[in-house]
């Protein structure tokens, strides 16, 4: 059987001829009478695709559509591709559903053909957005979540669900790269994710930060108990794991250290507890690693303003210990701080920068879905290209701004064509980019 499609009715016929229609073309069909039997099937079921009548009792399609959405943003899933069902032809009606966010509309009575046509598309154009959401967020080496994507994914999970975020160091690793190459580094790497993966449970979320840095957040790892079964655990597994790779006479002192700290779900910011479950990874480093060091935080918990601490502690606490090869992407108010002490700089000691803004226009045969995916994509693209002293922000959904720092200026037309150019060779039609440019520097030069 192909794809799910649920089906949501409240007129037994509809569902009747609408579920016989997608069978055919060997589609598995759930039939749902309401939208409130919907949103109890998701919960335990996650279809491909949804059509959802929208003048039904009690809770109609918006109101359901709504509802879904709240439900997929609790849960922490993707969501699901949504197509609205309807006899009216207002057009009032379609473009409130459109700007809520549903995919498409088929008309009632049914036409097979219609039907099943707009339902593939719909599909289709889900998979290439999944494919392109997979990409963008995946560690291409072990599967996990890439860094920028865990990091976000814990920022909501710590200010709303109570668990044990997690910092995991591989402790000896550069060895492996030394003595048996880079190769059977990336196997070690591979070998840990599966590791960590099998050990933490299935609603775990779990990332690999760069080089042999991970984090994860648990809601099944809630005890120090547990925390010090799972450290016993991967450490065993990983170091069996090794000597199969490279031989029982491996004598590199491999393992992993633990830093965790308990959270409570009630709006605690990410980047305290993170600075926690840091603190006590840096403990398990400096006392014999292949260990586990919990630190138990209530609620609203926050570093001491009286912790004292030298300086050497302060340099790692701080530093980022797996250097990204890529430009330094911010948030709004991040960038407008580190924006200002740049400028102050190349005016200070006469260097000069470049601020590009790239604004991102929707094609003629794009649809929204496609566009929305595209400008996301081209965010991931220029990460990637830019280099890693250069600074990006997302200003809104279709515009990004640059700053290249400490740049030639012969040099930033070329770079400019570049980003342009390595963009448009598989993506023309999706986007066009348009672009705005304004030099920064000393006025005295």
Known sequence: MGRHIAIVDDDPINLKIAGKMLAKHEMKVSCIPSGKALLSFVKNNTPDLILL???????DGFETYGKLKEYEEEAGIDEIPVVFLTADSDKQTEARGFDLGVDDFVRKPFDPDVLVKRVNKVLERQAQINKYHKEATTDKLTGLLNKGAAN????????????????????????????YGHDM???????FAEIIKAELGEND???RMGGDEFSAFSVSVLSEDCLKAVSEEVNSKLLARAKELMGDQMDIPLGASIGAVMVMGNGQEYSEMI????????????????GYELYVAGAGAKISLNDRIDLRSLSMLFSERNISNTALRLSKDDFVAVYRFVTRYIMRYSKLACKLLFTLDQGTSTSDSEYAAACEDFGVHLDNILRKSDLIMRYNDSQYFIMLTDVKEEA??????HI?????????????????MELMKNEDM
């Open 53 to 59: 009548d929208i003048l039904m009792p009690e809770m």
């Open 152 to 179: 976000e994914r814990f920022g909501q999970l710590v200010k709303e669900k109570a668990g044990m975020l997690m910092m995991i160091d591989l402790d000896s690793f550069k060895l492996v790269n030394d003595l």
């Open 185 to 191: 580094g990336d196997e070690i790497l591979i070998s």
């Open 205 to 207: 979320v779990i990332g």
């Open 275 to 290: 600075k926690l479950a840091d603190k006590s990874l840096y403990n398990v480093k400096q006392n014999g690693k292949h």
């Open 412 to 417: 930033i037309q070329h770079i400019t064509d």
């Open 420 to 436: 342009i150019d390595k963009w448009t060779k598989g993506n023309s039609h999706v986007i066009t980019i348009s672009y705005e």
